[in-house]
Nanobody, 124 residues
Framework: QVQFVESGGGLVQPGGSLRLSCTAS????????IGWFRQAPGKLREGVFC????????YGVNSVKDRFTISRDNAKNTVYLQMNNLNPEDTARYYC?????????????????WGQGTQVTVSS
């Protein structure tokens, strides 16, 4: 079954950028929609962005969609989340997951196969 490894997190100053990677193993990622989620301490997990596999449609939450970009490289079995103009409210652990469907139109609790996540900390 598909498994994900997230990477690319770190400590960045406000206004800075990071690119997160979500690399799949055990199956080809090209069949699946992939979502990025985040969870800050004491807060519920939040869906951030999703990219479909059918036509690479992209869906982002309002708080990030003008600053973050999601993309996929099926040849590398990897989905990326480019995050620009980061602010302290973006501090969280970021995860990727899939609904095992080609489309993003699934409730958050239908996403699974969570990786360990990668920590993003935005602080001066």
């Amino acid at each position: 079954q598909v498994q994900f490894v997230e990477s690319g997190g770190g400590l960045v100053q406000p206004g800075g950028s990071l690119r997160l990677s979500c690399t799949a193993s055990g199956d080809s990622l090209k069949y699946y929609a992939i979502g990025w989620f985040r969870q800050a301490p004491g807060k519920l997990r939040e869906g951030v962005f999703c990219i479909s596999s059918s036509d690479e449609s992209r869906y982002g939450v309002n708080s990030v969609k003008d600053r973050f970009t999601i993309s996929r490289d099926n040849a590398k079995n990897t989905v990326y989340l480019q995050m620009n103009n980061l602010n302290p409210e973006d501090t969280a652990r970021y995860y990727c997951a899939t609904p095992l469907s080609s489309e993003c139109d699934h409730a958050d609790d239908e996403f699974g196969h969570w990786g360990q996540g990668t920590q993003v900390t935005v602080s001066s």
